[in-house]
């Protein structure tokens, strides 16, 4: 079977193709770049992931999905939340989204925070369902690790004893928000495929 994708981000498709290798076949959408843009304007990642999947399968031959995720941190009443990838404003860059997470954070003890991720799957204009995933963690005062993308150099993971900068992609995706929510999505189409037979 194969999914289409509907990401801008890098990170994101690496991490879905590894997970689903043996599954399902990923796909990006052809030169999304060039397409119009999505305005992911929702107060929720279950809208914006819903918008995006909508938009987007427009232009998608076949089923296809989208996420919305993002950093949700108590201390910062849930911020930056849905506004994760432009945190620092326009041009914003990992690098400068987690300088800010560390100043916003200076001086505060409570660092608890989780991962969120909304995948949303739609076919030609109609919604099919949206799968969400969270991770638990909290957030160090300074980046260690390299690996992954985004916020996971600050993202301390208790159970690893490690930042998910520091772990490899198939380890984060056991335990990651997205991990969780594309698994959620994989049953929902096995489940999909049982009920066809
Ligand atoms: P698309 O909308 O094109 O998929 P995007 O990066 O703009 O790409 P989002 O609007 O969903 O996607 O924002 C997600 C941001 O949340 C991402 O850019 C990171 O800053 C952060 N984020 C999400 N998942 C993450 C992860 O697994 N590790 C680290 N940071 C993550």
């Not at 770049?33 to 279950?46: K, M």
């Not at 997205?178 to 037979?197: E, P, T």
């Amino acid at each position: 079977m194969k999914l289409y994708c509907a990401t801008t981000n890098p990170g994101k498709l690496r991490e879905f193709r590894l997970a689903a290798q043996g599954h399902v076949e990923i796909e990006p959408v052809e030169e999304l770049g060039r397409l119009p843009e999505c305005v992911e304007d929702g107060a929720t990642f279950e809208e914006n992931a819903a918008k995006k999947a909508l938009h987007y399968s427009a232009w998608a031959p076949g089923p296809l999905f989208a996420d919305d995720s993002g950093l949700v941190v108590d201390a910062l009443g849930g911020a930056p939340g849905v506004v994760s990838a432009r945190f620092s404003g326009p041009g914003a860059t990992d690098a400068s989204n987690n300088a800010l997470l560390l100043e916003k954070l200076r001086g505060i003890g409570n660092r608890t925070a989780r991962f969120v991720c909304v995948i949303a799957v739609a076919e030609q204009g109609c919604l099919a369902g949206t799968f969400r995933g969270e991770v638990e963690g909290r957030i160090l005062d300074q980046a260690r690790g390299a690996q992954g993308f985004g916020y996971d150099p600050l993202f301390f993971f208790e159970p690893y004893g490690c930042t998910f900068g520091e772990v490899e992609g198939p380890r984060k995706f056991e335990v990651s928000h997205r991990g969780r929510a594309l698994r959620a999505m994989l049953d929902y189409f096995d489940r999909a495929a049982f009920q066809s037979r």
